[in-house]
Nanobody, 114 residues
Framework: VQLQASGGGLVQAGGSLRLSCRAS????????MGWYRQATEKQRELVANIIAGGRTFYADSVKDRFAISRDNAKNTVYLQMNSLKPEDTDVYYC?????????WGQGTQVTVSS
C-alpha cells in the first residue's frame, strides 16, 4: 500500500492550492486520512484530519481557510487551501490508516510568497 500526494507548488499570499493524496495497493479499509506539515528543524504538525464517517479536525492556524475532504470510492483525500499565508510554507505529508496500519505519503512542497 502506498500514498501518492500531488498538488503542491508556488503561490502568492492570498492564493489557493489543492492537494490530493491517493492510496493504492491491496486495500481493505481506510480509516483516518489527514495532512501534516513540517518545515526543516520543526516538528511535524497535524493540519487537518478526516475520519471514515466524515468528521473533520483542523489545526487552529488553518481553520476557516483550509478544507479537507475525501472520496472513498477513489481512496483519495483532498486539502483545499485558501487565503494562503507565507507561514503556510512547508512540506505537506498525507497520512492514512490503511488496513489498520499507518501509512505516510511522500511530501509535497507548498511555498507561499509574500
Amino acid at each position: 500500500v502506498q500514498l501518492q500526494a500531488s498538488g503542491g507548488g508556488l503561490v502568492q499570499a492570498g492564493g489557493s492550492l489543492r492537494l490530493s493524496c491517493r492510496a493504492s495497493g491491496r486495500i481493505f479499509s481506510i480509516n483516518d486520512m489527514g495532512w501534516y506539515r513540517q518545515a526543516t528543524e520543526k516538528q511535524r504538525e497535524l493540519v487537518a484530519n478526516i475520519i471514515a464517517g466524515g468528521r473533520t479536525f483542523y489545526a487552529d492556524s488553518v481553520k476557516d481557510r483550509f478544507a479537507i475532504s475525501r472520496d472513498n470510492a477513489k481512496n483519495t483525500v483532498y486539502l483545499q487551501m485558501n487565503s494562503l499565508k507565507p507561514e503556510d510554507t512547508d512540506v505537506y505529508y498525507c497520512y492514512a490508516i490503511v488496513n489498520r496500519v499507518g501509512v505516510w505519503g511522500q511530501g509535497t512542497q507548498v511555498t507561499v510568497s509574500s
